[in-house]
Nanobody, 118 residues
Framework: QVQLVESGGGLVQPGGSLRLSCAAS????????MGWYRQAPGKQRELVAV???????NYADFVKGRFTISRDNAKNTVYLQMNSLKPEDTAVYYCNAQAYFGGEYDYWGQGTQVTVSS
């Protein structure tokens, strides 16, 4: 089992910045990727960014150049630095960990609200 605890959401004005954090605990040795998804009201959950164990990173087109994902392996924590925020970035952001331990497992955090509004 892997537990994920997120922090860092909140209210920010358009053009502002926020940094989300997600700390993993439990069977962290089984994790091979960590990332962030988001879900806006009335919409499906969508991938924002993912960071693989080997260091490769993938971003959704709508955040390229504005968001940066990073990992601190010593702290078992993944971050999402969000700059130049837009109202359409408003959503609940979920941390995700993909793990392999005899089979594929998907773990989710509880979600953190990000609201971009003036």
């Amino acid at each position: 089992q892997v537990q994920l605890v997120e922090s860092g959401g909140g209210l920010v004005q358009p053009g502002g910045s926020l940094r989300l954090s997600c700390a993993a605990s439990g069977s962290i040795f089984s994790i091979y990727a960590m990332g962030w998804y988001r879900q806006a009201p009335g919409k499906q959950r969508e991938l924002v960014a993912v960071n693989m164990n080997g260091g490769s990173k993938n971003y959704a087109d709508f955040v390229k150049g504005r968001f940066t994902i990073s990992r601190d392996n010593a702290k078992n924590t993944v971050y999402l630095q969000m700059n130049s925020l837009k109202p359409e970035d408003t959503a609940v952001y979920y941390c995700n960990a993909q793990a392999y331990f005899g089979g594929e497992y998907d773990y989710w955090g509880q979600g953190t609200q990000v609201t971009v509004s003036s």
